[in-house]
Nanobody
Framework: QVQLVESGGGLVQPGGSLRLTCTASGRISRIDDMRWYRQARGKERVLVAT???????NVADSVKGRFSISRDNAKNTVYLQMNNVKPEDTAVYYC??????????????????WGQGTQVAVSS
């Protein structure tokens, strides 16, 4: 089994910064794309940022220039650096990834999954 665990959420004032972390653990052979989504109360989950295994990134227009995504492949970890946050950034942030896992039989299986989410609240 592979698990994604997010951390780093909390309450932050407008204009402040926060860094979210998501670490994958389990019998992982390889992690491909890693992503951050967010879901505000009463709204759909939306894609915030994506990073490939090679480090290519894509960030949603709504956060471009303020948020950045990075990863540490040796640690199976992806980060979301949030700067100059705004009240509209308030949401539950979810990590999502595609990976190649190793089964007990030694076979490889491609899968994808979600973390449990971490709450970010932007308020003065």
């Amino acid at each position: 089994q592979v698990q994604l665990v997010e951390s780093g959420g909390g309450l932050v004032q407008p204009g402040g910064s926060l860094r979210l972390t998501c670490t994958a653990s389990g019998r992982i052979s390889r992690i491909d794309d890693m992503r951050w989504y967010r879901q505000a109360r009463g709204k759909e989950r939306v894609l915030v940022a994506t990073i490939s295994s090679g480090g290519l990134t894509n960030v949603a227009d709504s956060v471009k220039g303020r948020f950045s995504i990075s990863r540490d492949n040796a640690k199976n970890t992806v980060y979301l650096q949030m700067n100059n946050v705004k009240p509209e950034d308030t949401a539950v942030y979810y990590c999502n990834a595609d990976w190649l896992a190793v089964l007990d039989t030694g076979e490889f299986v491609a899968a994808k999954g979600w973390g449990q989410g971490t709450q970010v609240a932007v308020s003065s």
